[in-house]
């Protein structure tokens, strides 16, 4: 009898060994507090009592064996990342950034744009509204363990898989920069649509920002930065706009592009119907350089309006921007 209860109560030992372990895996702090302070806690304080040779389960034990599991998932963590170094420019990785980043017929067909530098890289992956958009980090061998080791164990474990070390050459042949900071994402492109009312439901009076050929990628990327910033529900690019994927474009956007609706239209047509029967403007504004004392170029009298006369919470609105050379 005595045997068998001391088996018993081994076998409990081991239990909550394996249970504390698989807690620990899991980075389930908040369930191990409460197993310790709540009253689960006092089933290991009744092994405890009954402590055998092995002493597994005491208080203090269970929390030090938490502990290192922690650090060995962290060191886990770390070294799944150093695995499969690419250093091959021919490797079908390497290829697809390349074209990603060069060409916007690779950029529409996957869907996906290339982003460099750690401040976009690492602010897309520890936001919970872009984490999932980022399909795969390319990080160079000499940059990593100075630079961004410390940083990615502080992720979440699901993007380690994504992480892949390249060699400084291959980083360098993956990115349009003069001088390469060591890491760039390969980012899937958002889908929003004109009747996405997500980013709009809140606003009684949304504007909206079109632009209409705006061909400079730094121009339209500092656009969509200002428009997230001040709160435009979306932006409607018009006709030969450049396109606002454009790893230039999405650099100057410091990440507003993934956040804020962005849609594109073939015509002006096009653009007048998304406008009026999506987002449902009652007032669209063009920006211009003619004041009010000035002749139009066919010899009418001109009524433009300072923008600060403009009563922007009336209702919804547009505000149109033209090309940098030939305006609208």
């Known amino acids: 009898m005595a045997r068998r209860i001391f088996q018993a ?14 807690m620990a895996m899991s980075g389930a702090r908040n369930v191990m507090a409460s197993l310790r302070y709540g009253n689960s806690w006092r089933g290991v304080a009744f092994v405890d009592k009954w402590r055998c040779s092995r002493q597994c389960c005491h208080a203090d034990n269970v929390l030090s064996l938490c502990q290192a599991s922690s650090r060995n998932n ?10 499969n170094v690419i250093s091959s420019p021919k490797s079908a990785t390497v290829k697809k950034v390349q074209a990603i980043l060069s060409k916007r017929k690779k950029r529409a067909e996957y869907r996906q744009t290339v982003v460099e530098g750690p401040r976009m890289v690492f602010d897309l992956l520890q936001n919970p509204k872009t984490e999932s958009l ?3 980090v390319l990080i160079s061998t000499e940059d990593f363990t100075e630079k961004y080791k410390d940083r990615l164990q502080q992720l979440p474990m699901s993007v380690s898989p994504r992480i892949q070390l390249v060699t400084p050459d291959i980083l360098k042949s993956c ?47 500092t656009l969509c930065r200002s428009s997230y910033a001040v709160g435009v529900a979306g932006v409607l690019l018009v006709g030969e706009c450049c396109d606002v994927w454009n790893p230039k474009a999405v650099r100057s956007a410091m990440g507003a592009s993934f956040q804020l609706p962005v849609l594109e239209a073939a015509s002006w047509d096009e653009a007048v119907e998304t406008m009026t029967q ?51």
Request: charged share 20%; net charge negative; glycine share 6%.
């Open 134 to 136: 980022v399909r795969q």
């Open 9 to 22: 109560r081994w076998n409990c030992q081991k239990f909550l060994l394996m249970i504390s372990s698989i």
């Open 74 to 83: 962290a060191a886990y963590h770390s070294t799944s990342i150093h695995e």
């Open 278 to 328: 999506e987002w449902n403007v009652k007032q669209i504004y063009a920006a211009t350089m003619i004041e009010d004392d000035d002749d139009s170029p066919d010899g009418s009298q001109s009524k433009s309006r300072p923008h600060y006369d403009v009563d922007w919470l009336a209702q919804p609105s547009a505000l149109v921007i033209g090309s940098e050379g030939k305006g609208l």
């Open 175 to 221: 990115t349009d920069t003069v001088t390469p900071q060591g890491i760039v994402a390969l980012v899937d492109i958002p889908e929003f649509s004109p009747a996405d009312e997500k980013h709009v439901s809140d606003l009684k009076a949304p504007l909206y920002l079109v632009l209409d050929g705006v061909s400079d990628p730094g121009n339209v990327g």
